[in-house]
């Protein structure tokens, strides 16, 4: 039934990213963190993947589709509840005043309904379920990012690409897959939306976000959790923990525009500490430059 969030499950078993055609392996991606989630990362060798579920407070949509492409969803996976819901209405038009056939049809109806609702915790449990690892992708920093993610204004990007990013996690085997696409943004109450506009390398979800959202411009690894749909209230949320080889991840290592001293000093050193080369540990020079442009007016 959830095949759609997990095409060809079959064809991986160890160490293996599926890269979907929304990205090619040289896109570049950046994260932007603080100094201490780098440390986490080159000492661990970790990357954290979030559940959907946690992000109800600053995005509940997470997981979630336009309506057109619930809307499909519900002719596929629907269908048994109309047609249920189809032969209560003709027998409910049968039955008369009859006592008894009414209260089976009262009976019939509640089970229609019992089964809807079942349908839509599944979902939602699958889709809330499913656990994210994000990253900017951009050719060039982002003044935004570096604003959203920095502890006032100290904080670090790591910048890589989809090829470095595959390297790092398929350096190590793991009873997982791991899938990476970019996010495709969408106005989720737009009525000229088709269900084709919806899917993403092959997924509707969880490649989809409001176009609220579009300044993240991300890209994002996935996984789907493996769940018992027969037992589907005992499933709970968790996050993946995934195995990363630090040096092999990061090409390089920017500190924000906004930071200074001591700051910038300990970065370099943590950097050294553990054997980044320091030509990759780079000042940002997002600020810097705009002098040297005024004075090319004078060149005549």
Known sequence: MWALYLPQIGAF????VKVGKSVSLDTPLWRYMSLDKLISLLEDNILYFTP??????????EGYMPKVAFEAFAEIFGSQVKELDKAHEQ???????????????????DGILALSESTKHTYKTISKGITVNCWHANKSESEAMWKLYSDNGKGIAVKTSVSSLVKSIEHFQQDILVQLGAVKY??????????????TDGNLSPLLKRSSFSHENEARLFTVPKIDTSNVNDFKSKPE?????????????YISPFAGEPFVSSV?????????????????????GHEELLDSISQW
């Open 13 to 16: 078993q160890l160490a293996k």
């Open 52 to 61: 959907l579920d946690t992000y109800r407070n600053s995005d509940p949509f």
């Open 91 to 109: 027998l409910k038009a049968r039955a008369g005043k009859n006592a008894d056939q009414l209260a089976e049809l009262s009976k019939m109806k």
């Open 186 to 199: 969408l106005d989720f109450n737009d009525d000229q939306l088709s269900p084709k506009d919806c899917v």
């Open 241 to 253: 923990f995934i195995k990363t080889l630090a040096l092999d991840l990061i090409e390089e290592v």
């Open 268 to 288: 370099k050193a943590i950097c050294k500490k553990y054997s980044i080369p320091h030509e990759t540990v780079k000042e940002s020079k997002l600020l810097e």
